[in-house]
């Protein structure tokens, strides 16, 4: 949770500071398209792209666009993106930032709290002034013309001309306007408070007022909000010199009624006053009105909206293409066991290159992995389960790129996995058969008699159990479940080599194949659990011992916290399990013959 909001602030700052520069880039256009850009920024506070990611995650591609791929699962995008979040290592393992303690995410929320509060009072204390003044007014009738629809009215407790109400605005003004103001000011005034209802700025200030109320503590927010109160007055400032052309009449009624009233005025009220009252003034008497939009800054604007909203939802297709291809395989016609890419090319790869693997819809890349790790993938076996390896495959690395003949079904991974195979006989030699050997493993089971679990083990929520069972049940009949979004807070594994594992929404036996490689031997659930749980651990890795660290990556990693417990101690205090010897006879893949491969 605190992950997602950390890489929403990002998200948003990034943003804000995007608007911001087309802000400046349009500076000499009209300000009603500033205040636009400022009312996005705003609004990016209320809707985090994971939504957008979500959607696109209902976006079913028959194929994935590959040059769009390659760049959405880039760890550059996914780092920017994510700043917060999990580093993908392959399709099932992932590295996040540790587990922040409970007491701190309360602590916040505490803060938080009471921020929010603090402006929600101030923004009720406000909304109740201008009820009284509403209260307290008379309708007024003017020789001016003023829109249908749009009622004016008096009240001596106003400050100021200004808008109020959401939905029927109400133009308010102070007793006795007219008698200070002479009819062309009066005219000009009532210009700029029409302008400002037609606009609908009391609808949007109030949106960002929300914004401020949630966000209080993010000085960006403020921001926004004082550049939404300046654009706002200019873009109805423009307005008005270019409807009445008495850019005098304007700017004297302005400077008379700002002596008369000297308050800072209220977000929620769209008055005269507000922003800096000098620069408008300079601009209203130089005529100074914003140019148009010109095709080239309308290509720049268009090519910025179009980013922000294809950037997430493409990278939730391509999730979701992912997703897919990790799924168990549809029914369906057989897979031709020759089947093989049609373009594959292998480079040595540096030993620094942090290992990366990703398999979507007709493409497989991985860079810096080990020949045994790209073995393992393929046959779908876990790499102690794998015996006959030669000595060069844990430590050469490879970057291999590989493209999917045009055709292959893209919903149906066993293809990949056979092309996979195909390669690995090709260009690696590889030979292989089966047998069933008698092999060391862990039960895991209960601690504890009463079968109690740990603090970091629990049993997920009725709502994620229900989302899970209902997508695991399309699978079970064949229909593909890639469009079905399924909450991170409901299924997500999260994992850092360095010691944390996050697991929400994973079934028992999935527990024990994420932990397998950590252990050194295979480890078989035998809790008789059937449900989905979450897990919490944490715990200080045997660094450097090859059969601990997960396939594919480099020995050495250092622990988070070299405090925690040894996985073993972890798995009893924190999960209330453990893990006990045992032998049991399992298949075993042995490796023939494995060469090292031809490079291009």
């Avoid at 803060?111 to 201008?130: E, N, P, Q, T």
């Avoid at 493993?441 to 504890?448: E, G, K, T």
């Avoid at 229900?466 to 997500?492: D, F, H, K, T, W």
Wanted: with cysteine.
């Amino acid at each position: 949770m605190m992950t997602a909001l950390f890489n929403h602030l990002w998200q948003s700052t990034v943003f804000a500071a995007a608007a911001a520069l087309l802000s400046l880039a349009f500076r000499r256009n009209r300000a009603r398209l500033r205040y636009g850009l400022w009312l996005v920024a705003s609004v990016k506070f209320l809707v985090p792209f994971a939504v957008l990611t979500a959607a696109g995650s209902l976006v079913e591609w028959t194929q994935a666009p590959s040059p769009i791929a390659s760049v959405m699962t880039s760890t550059a995008i996914r780092g920017f993106n994510e700043p917060f979040g999990a580093i993908a290592l392959d399709t099932a393992v992932a590295m996040p930032a540790t587990r922040t303690p409970e007491w701190i995410a309360l602590s916040l929320f505490g803060v938080w709290l009471c921020g929010f509060a603090a402006v929600a009072v101030g923004r009720a204390r406000g909304w109740r002034r201008i009820h009284a003044a509403v209260a307290a007014s008379t309708p007024w009738d003017t020789a001016t013309h003023v829109p249908s629809g749009i009622r004016i009215r008096t009240a001596p407790t106003v400050l100021e001309p200004g808008v109020v109400g959401l939905w029927k605005p109400v133009i308010l003004l102070p007793a006795g306007i007219d008698t200070y103001l002479t009819a062309r000011q009066l005219a000009a005034v009532l210009a700029h408070e029409v302008s400002h209802a037609r606009r609908r700025d009391n609808l949007t200030a109030a949106v960002h007022m929300l914004v401020e109320a949630l966000f209080w503590f993010h000085p960006v927010v403020w921001w926004i909000g004082a550049r939404l109160v300046a654009e706002r007055e200019q873009a109805c400032d423009e307005h008005v010199v270019a409807e009445t052309g008495e850019p005098l009449a304007y700017a004297e009624s302005i400077v008379t009624i700002c002596r008369r009233y000297v308050e800072t005025p209220l977000m929620s009220v769209a008055g005269v006053g507000g922003a800096d009252l000098k620069a408008r003034i300079n601009a209203i008497l130089a005529n100074r009105i914003g140019v148009s939009l010109t095709l080239s800054k309308g290509i720049v604007l268009a090519a910025a909206v179009v980013v922000s909203l294809v950037v997430p939802i493409a990278t939730g297709a391509i999730d979701a293409a992912l997703t897919a291809a990790q799924l168990p395989a549809a029914p369906g016609p057989p897979v031709d066991p020759e089947t093989r890419f049609e373009v594959v090319s292998i480079k040595p790869s540096d030993q620094s290159q942090v290992p990366r693997m990703s398999m979507s819809p007709g493409r497989y890349n991985v860079a810096g992995v080990a020949s045994q790790g790209i073995v393992s993938q393929a046959l779908r076996v876990p790499p102690n389960r794998i015996t006959g390896l030669p000595d060069w495959s844990f430590k050469e690395r490879y970057t291999i790129t590989a493209k999917a003949p045009e055709g292959t079904p893209s919903t149906d991974s066993r293809a990949m996995f056979v092309m996979l195979t195909n390669l690995l006989k090709d260009r690696f030699r590889m030979a292989t058969h089966t047998e069933t050997r008698e092999m060391p493993v862990f039960n895991l089971v209960f601690a504890r008699n009463d079968k109690r679990f740990g603090p970091a083990f629990k049993e997920s929520s009725a709502e994620c159990r229900a989302v899970l069972a209902a997508r695991n049940e399309q699978v079970r009949g064949g229909v593909r479940a890639a469009g079905m979004i399924v909450p991170s807070e409901c299924e997500s594994v999260r994992i850092n080599p360095g010691g944390t594992a996050s697991l929400n929404g994973v079934p028992m036996d999935m527990i024990a194949q994420i932990l397998t490689p950590y252990v050194g031997r295979p480890l078989i659930d035998k809790t008789g659990l059937t449900s989905y749980y979450n897990v919490a651990l944490k715990w200080t890795p045997e660094v450097g011992n090859a059969g601990v660290a997960p396939p594919g990556l480099p020995a050495g990693t250092l622990p988070l916290d070299p405090d925690a417990p040894n996985l073993f101690t972890a798995v009893q205090e924190q999960l209330g399990l453990k893990l006990e010897n045992a032998r049991a006879p399992l298949d075993v893949v042995v490796i023939d013959r494995l060469e090292k491969p031809t490079l291009d």
